[in-house]
């Protein structure tokens, strides 16, 4: 058996003991969000009644409170939603059901390979992580966390909404990383805009919420981070545009059941260490 020469083991040894804690690389594709606690949630009020005013089904931040703080182990989450191309190769190798707007075909339409898939179900999406290397969805608070920091950024990018930065309401998905300058604190593309995205969670209210919205328990999976999708018609660019920053907040919940597939819903996977 071969040895080490004492001369070379000390710097070996001194090298191992200096190397800083969970330095560990991330796997390939993924990011690394460090253990720690997080603000999860908001403490905002619609004192205005304003969602009401403007003729939305969801009252503004009633489901998301209160605000609270989180602590997580570290994770690793997909720096990408995951794309048509990638989403391929899971259904070249399971024959599982593509898409629809795959009309039939195993392969996305030209030109869509790193746009982010669609019409996939909270099923289809959880087989494609364990597919993936052994990963999974992200809980509900991981997604947050990844997408607005330790310290309850509103937005991945800050505290001021931004249009530029994300693909909200544009009537179509773009390919994935198209908007750097909105990455999140640790270097997470489009955790707004392009889709929603399935969460593991039950649509479940959080500890100390008095709001009961009906729709609560496990009956539907939590969806995160607004998608392309118009969300109607309003003439007045100024109220458009309060609506699409609300839908865009970081701690922004909505749901839908999980076999359900729409043109604006897709995932991104995550990963314990």
């Not at 969602?51 to 703080?69: D, I, K, R, S």
């Not at 995951?82 to 039939?104: E, I, Q």
Request: glycine share 10%.
């Amino acid at each position: 058996m071969r040895r080490i020469s004492p001369l070379l083991a000390l710097p070996l040894l001194a090298a191992a003991l200096l190397a800083p804690a969970g330095c560990e690389k991330p796997p390939e594709g993924m990011v690394k969000v460090p253990s720690g606690p997080f603000l999860m949630g908001t403490d905002q009020v619609d004192s205005q009644g304003r969602a009401e005013e403007l003729g939305l089904v969801m009252p503004w931040f009633e489901n998301e409170h209160p605000q609270h703080t989180v602590s997580l182990p570290t994770f690793y989450i997909d720096r990408t939603e995951v794309t048509n191309g990638a989403y391929a190769a899971f259904v070249a190798a399971t024959k599982r059901r593509p898409p629809d707007h795959w009309r039939g075909r195993p392969t996305p339409p030209e030109g869509l390979e790193r746009h982010p898939v669609t019409h996939v179900s909270w099923f289809d999406a959880q087989e494609y992580c364990k597919w993936a290397g052994g990963k999974r969805l992200p809980t509900e608070a991981e997604w947050e966390k990844a997408a607005r920091g330790e310290h309850g950024r509103i937005y991945p990018w800050g505290n001021t909404f931004d249009y530029d930065l994300a693909d909200v309401a544009r009537g179509h998905t773009m390919p994935v990383g198209r908007f750097p300058k909105g990455d999140s604190p640790y270097g997470v593309h489009d955790m707004i805009g392009n889709v929603w995205e399935w969460t593991a969670d039950w649509y479940q209210a959080y500890p100390g919420n008095a709001y009961d919205d009906g729709k609560f328990g496990e009956r539907y999976r939590v969806l995160r981070g607004n998608s392309w999708a118009s969300i109607g018609h309003y003439p007045d660019r100024d109220v458009f545009m309060e609506i699409v920053a609300n839908n865009s907040r970081a701690s922004f919940r909505l749901f839908m059941a999980a076999d359900g597939r729409l043109n604006d819903v897709g995932f991104r996977c995550a990963k314990s260490p």
